[in-house]
């Protein structure tokens, strides 16, 4: 018997019919044998993530504002699934001492993992596995880092004792005891580290897409679909933009080496998207994805002899790291650096930045560009085929776009162009349309 880890998102478990479909899934493969639940997902267009409540009810009580509504709002969609699937997982008394936490005082993160807890209780008990709590077992530090071998250490042990579980994503635990969350859509993180810790075969990432497609469908009209990809890969795509698996999701599995498999709960017998470290240069195919996101900043910054002045941009990202601002990207040139940053960073330290950037570290120049959009076009055949370059820089010019900023990385997987925001989709189709057709 083989060991696959199963990841499943909120859609996957939104109501009784879906997680219905989900045991299905799982009791067809006996090698599902430990399950990752995520919070109840949106089960029509203008319903709520559960997640979505929690932080919302988070921001009444932080508000001081009546917060019993939302409270019913989230109690009945755990108490409707229970009912639905037939199951006694003891929700009445879950949310009994929900309830008393709340009028002690809990913080933002304890409350949003909720959603995942009271779903992998439910799901748990549905399947008839092994209910495993992350925050027993997921650990964090005293500054919020992950601490990812003590995670795997203690997993091993824990999971070690059981032949199936159900173990809730999203959060696990401070030093304190107190809960801490990863960021949104982080279950696929925790899916990764149990996949880690039992050695999995294969760690399944089951959502309401089929894979990965070569582009955004919301843009390009029917994209192809993408039925294998590297890690590496996948990191670039994910982190510009291509939120079918969270960026961070990859280390964990990379590390021990286990393909990732993204399918269909909707579609189980679509094979979806195969992720594996190997580097898959396919036959008449140059690109495997091209994925962006809009709303940068470009700080670009000229100053004359720069190359020739030790530390100098360790001068200028000190100034960032003052404001806390994160930085995207750093395009070079001998005497020129340009600061990537996504402009939700930078809202009211802009001219501050720009002011101390100017004063400390004496630059001649210091020009800012906002409602920039940065695309990347990823691929390990680009590095080589002659012209790559040249045919994704033609094609936007005879779109009429205007390339504000040229970065590519030094594995040559991928080109990245700064766009104006207003030029963001036709860039996209432009690019789609002239490597894939």
Sequence with gaps: ?????????????????????????????PDRRYIVASAPG?????????????YLLSSHIEQHAPYGQILDLIKERFLELESGLGVDAQIEGEFRDFEAMLKV????????????????????????????????????GDKGRFLMEETNNALKVALRKYERAVVPGFYGTLPNGGIKTFSRGGSDITGSIVARAVGADVYENWTDVSGFLMADPRIVDSPKAIDTLSYKELRELSYMGAKVLHENAIYPVRLA????????????????????????????RIVTGIAGSKDFTVIAIYKNMMSAEIGYIKRVLNILDDYDVSLEHIPSGVDTISLVIASKYLDGKLEDIVDDIEKKTR?????????????????????????????????????????????????????????????????IRSIYKAFVG
């Design 1 to 29: 018997m083989g060991i696959k880890v199963a990841k499943f998102g909120g859609t996957s478990l939104a109501d009784a019919e879906q997680i219905r479909k989900t045991k299905g899934i799982i009791d067809a493969d």
């Design 42 to 54: 949106m089960r029509y267009d203008d319903d709520s993530k559960v997640t979505d409540l929690l």
């Design 105 to 140: 005082g809990v913080t933002s993160d304890y409350i949003a993992s909720r959603g995942e807890y009271f779903n992998a209780k439910i799901l748990a008990a549905y399947l008839g596995y092994k209910f495993v709590d992350a925050a027993d077992f997921v650990l964090f």
């Design 257 to 284: 080496g286990i393909p990732v498999n993204i399918r269909n709960t909707n579609d189980p017998g679509s094979p979806g998207t195969m992720i594996t470290a190997g580097e898959h240069v396919r036959e008449g």
């Design 363 to 427: 630059a001649d120049s210091v020009d800012v560009y906002e409602d920039m959009a940065l695309i990347a076009t990823v691929g390990y055949g680009m590095a080589m085929r002659p012209g790559v370059s040249a045919k994704l820089f033609g094609t936007l010019y005879e779109a009429g776009i205007n390339i504000r900023m040229i970065d590519q990385g030094s594995s040559e997987m991928n080109i990245i162009v700064g766009v104006a925001n207003s030029d963001f989709e036709n860039a």
